[in-house]
Each structure stands twice: as structure tokens, then as C-alpha cells.
């Protein structure tokens, strides 16, 4: 980690020093205002940017030092963590103007180019039942994938979601049994998803296999290892699960991960008669432009416009 300082001096110039930079950071942190995961990967892209500086004996950097450090990660990186990486250096280069440190050099400097198009794929109803159908639900560790698989699936949970989902978020709402949720973005579990019959079945089967539950407040799905029982799971562990039983399916593809399933949830419901506007609630889309990405792929499959030219040119 490269443990430098900026300071300030007369001729308006950002001076790069070996020394303690964490007193600069704790303030640049603080108007920020950010959550803590989103405070860890700014400060990673500002440590990154000033090493970059230092390599290349950039004393008083100037607005092509930035648009050449977005350049440099390119190879390496893909578009969403360059943009995320600039995204962080124009923050902080705003945070040096107000406190009159150094001008904002990063002013105007775009990011990466996102491609909003989704890179993974979906699975197809059968693939679905391929898919649980593989699951031996005689174990303990069956019972669990099954219920996790299942869920996410049928309501477009992200791991983060199931990993933080408590027993005592399974409620009643009016004739419905629901799983509260903290959705991406939230502090508190306020959004909910419907558990359709067959799920709310796979999780109690699963829950009654449980050696010893000694409060509603435990998670939700937890840890069978032997190292750490009974511990909250993580969504490294949610993610590892769901593509080994994808795999254990014959469903081996880099473009078929724990995210997929989301992308299924929101396919299959298109496919048989879901509404756009029933997706958005479903997947808990704040924009309906996210949604509609899947729409417009599917009127893009019923589109047959190829076939119709070759059937112009071989009539």
C-alpha cells in the first residue's frame, strides 16, 4: 500500500511525499458520505491513482495524468471497475478544490463505456428443472442448495439478500407468507417478495433439519462446514453453491453464474406474461430503463427479420 501525503504549498501544486497519508484520507472519507464497502473501493482507486503517480514521477499532476491512468487500466480491469476507479478520482479531485488543496484537474474526464447489455445468460424453464432436479434433497446440504437455488429463482434475491435474510423475516402479509429483504442500496429491510408455495415449502423442510434453532433472529441459511456451523453464510459461499450445482447440471458456462438466476427470475416472468412494470417490482428495479433491458432482448429473439431476407433471396 503506498503511504504518501498531499500537501499544499504557494504555487498551487499537488506535492507527493512519502509520509503518513491516512489523516488526508480520513477527511476525504468524510465528505464522501459513503457506505463502507463503497468507502473501501474509493480509497482503494485514489491509493491506486497516487502509486500511478509516483511510478511515472508525476510531481504536479494535470488533467491528461488522469484520462492516461484510466487508460493504463484498460487491459486489466473490466469496464465497471474502471468506472468506478475514475468515478473515485474525480471525487476526491472535487473534495482538493473545495478544500482549496488543488484545482480539480478531473473536472469533465469520462469514465469507462458500460455496456448495459447483460453479460450473463439465463437458464431456460427446462434447464430450471434440470437444475433442482440434480439436488439431493435427502441431505442436509441438499435440503439448504434446494431452498437457496429455489428462492432465487422464483424471486430474483441477490446473494447479498439471501445472506442477510433472518427466520424472523418470513412473515404474513395479508394471505401471503413473504421474506422481508434489505435490497441493495438499504439500510433497513423494508421491501419484501412474495414465497410461492413450493419455495416456503423447500425452506421449512430445510429449517426443520436444523439441529438446534435457538432464535427466529438466527440467518436465514447458514454454514454447514465444520469450521464455522451454524455462521451466517457468505455471499462468496451463496455464489460457490450456486455454481457447483450449476455445473453438477451439466450447466458449465462462463456466462452462467449466482447472477443468473436473477436474470432468469426476470426472463421467465416476461416469457409467461409477467408485464415490464411487474419485473420492475419484482426485481426491485429503481429504474424501469433496467428492466426494459430484458424486454428489449426478448423482442430482439421474436424478431425475424433475418429469415424473412433470406426467404426474399431463396423464394
Avoid at 440467518?219 to 456451523?229: D, G, K, M, Q, V
Amino acid at each position: 500500500m503506498v503511504n504518501m501525503l498531499i500537501q499544499h504549498d504557494d504555487s498551487n501544486t499537488l506535492n507527493i511525499q512519502n509520509s503518513n497519508i491516512e489523516e488526508m484520507f480520513k477527511h476525504w472519507i468524510a465528505y464522501i458520505d459513503a457506505k463502507p464497502a463503497t468507502v473501501e473501493t474509493y480509497t482503494k482507486a485514489v491509493r491506486q491513482f497516487l502509486k500511478f503517480l509516483l511510478q511515472n514521477n508525476i510531481e504536479h499532476p494535470q488533467r491528461q495524468d488522469i484520462i492516461n491512468y484510466r487508460e493504463s487500466l484498460r487491459p486489466n480491469h473490466k469496464p465497471t471497475t474502471v468506472q468506478n476507479y475514475v468515478t473515485a478520482v474525480k471525487l476526491f479531485f472535487e473534495w482538493t478544490e473545495q478544500e482549496q488543496i488543488y484545482p480539480n484537474i478531473a473536472d469533465r474526464v469520462k469514465g469507462a463505456k458500460i455496456d448495459n447489455n447483460h453479460k450473463k445468460d439465463y437458464l431456460t424453464s427446462a434447464q430450471v428443472v434440470r437444475l433442482l432436479n440434480c439436488i439431493d434433497r435427502t441431505t442436509d446440504n441438499g435440503k439448504r442448495d434446494y431452498a437457496i437455488l429455489l428462492l432465487m429463482i422464483t424471486s430474483g434475491l441477490r446473494t447479498i439478500e439471501v445472506s442477510r435474510a433472518d427466520i424472523c423475516d418470513m412473515r404474513v402479509v395479508a394471505d401471503f407468507t413473504v421474506l422481508y429483504i434489505q435490497g441493495k442500496g438499504h439500510d433497513e429491510k423494508t421491501d419484501y417478495v412474495k414465497l410461492a408455495t413450493p419455495v416456503e415449502a423447500a425452506i421449512r423442510d430445510y429449517l426443520q433439519s436444523r439441529t438446534v434453532i435457538s432464535s427466529t433472529k438466527e440467518p436465514l441459511f447458514c454454514s454447514l462446514a465444520n469450521r464455522n456451523i451454524g455462521q451466517r453464510m457468505t455471499t462468496r459461499s451463496i455464489s460457490r453453491i450456486c455454481k457447483q450445482r450449476l455445473i453438477d447440471a451439466g450447466l458449465n458456462s462462463d456466462r452462467l453464474t449466482a447472477h443468473s438466476l436473477r436474470h432468469t427470475t426476470a426472463t421467465l416472468n416476461l416469457l409467461n406474461g409477467g408485464t415490464v412494470e411487474e419485473t420492475q417490482q419484482l426485481l426491485r428495479h429503481s429504474n424501469i430503463n433496467t428492466t426494459l433491458i430484458y424486454s428489449h432482448a426478448l423482442e430482439r429473439v421474436d424478431n425475424d427479420s433475418e429469415e424473412r431476407v433470406a426467404q426474399a433471396i431463396f423464394k
